[in-house]
């Protein structure tokens, strides 16, 4: 499998999120990421769920959907209903981690954990077979645009080996100031999905900068 690319719709155009929707679904991107914040785990509040929806309706790809808010498990059927094959929710936000993700399975979804840049991989060890897809952020959630954090890479590498030791099929994903500049190094350290906003939808021609990073 080659690496997977999500841009990250938090970037877009909100007044022309068909259109940004569509050059999504013309490229060579493989999800969309739905970045969801309520203004009480992460200090920002993104976009409900009319908006959402409209995504939902306009998107030909899978839904890959970031939930940082509080008790994400009042909202797995929701976000089931919405179409989403992908619902991750946050360590850090999820007292019964264990169960929600259970949940979220049982809806037919992809089960996702995000980890703050603080939260250490090794954590997720005794529920990795649970797991779907890790998320680990390079930013602190909240916002686009935010430079990568360095110490990503040795988490990447950690995970990487806690999922073979486990034969696991978990995928891992990385979240917050992804570029050309960091992209292939955490690819070769075991990377399998890369989120981009800004550096998407920020560059000139953004279906190119999917393709880029596609193929690093
Ligand atoms: C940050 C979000 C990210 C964000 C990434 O809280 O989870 O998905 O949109 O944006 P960039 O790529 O601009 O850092
Ligand atoms: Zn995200």
Not at 78 to 84: E, K, R, V, Y
Not at 92 to 106: M, P, Q, W
Request: charged share 20%.
């Amino acid at each position: 499998m080659g690496t997977l690319v999500a841009p990250s719709l938090l970037a877009a155009d909100f007044g022309n999120l068909e259109r940004d929707c569509k050059m999504v679904n013309a490229s060579d991107a493989d999800w969309f990421h739905i970045d969801v914040m309520d203004g009480v785990f992460v200090p920002n509040i993104s976009f409900g769920m009319p908006v959402i929806k409209s995504i939902a309706a306009h998107a030909k790809k899978p839904l890959d959907v970031h939930l940082m808010i509080v008790e994400p498990e009042r909202y797995i059927d929701a976000f089931a209903d919405l179409g989403s094959d992908v619902l991750t929710v946050h360590y850090e936000a999820s007292t019964h981690l264990n169960k929600t993700l259970d949940s979220i399975r049982g809806k037919g979804m992809k089960a996702g954990v995000a980890l703050n840049p603080h939260t250490p991989v090794d954590l997720l060890e005794p529920i990795i077979n649970d797991i779907d897809v890790v998320c680990i952020m390079s930013v602190n959630p909240g916002f686009g645009g935010q430079r990568f954090i360095e110490t990503t890479y040795q988490k990447v590498s950690k995970l990487r080996g806690i999922i073979e030791e486990n034969n696991a099929t978990t995928l891992i994903e990385i979240d917050g100031g992804v570029t050309d500049q960091n992209a292939k190094r955490l690819v070769e350290l075991g990377a399998d999905v890369l989120v981009a906003g800004s550096f998407v939808f920020s560059s000139e021609n953004p279906q190119e900068t999917i393709k880029g990073l596609k193929n690093i």
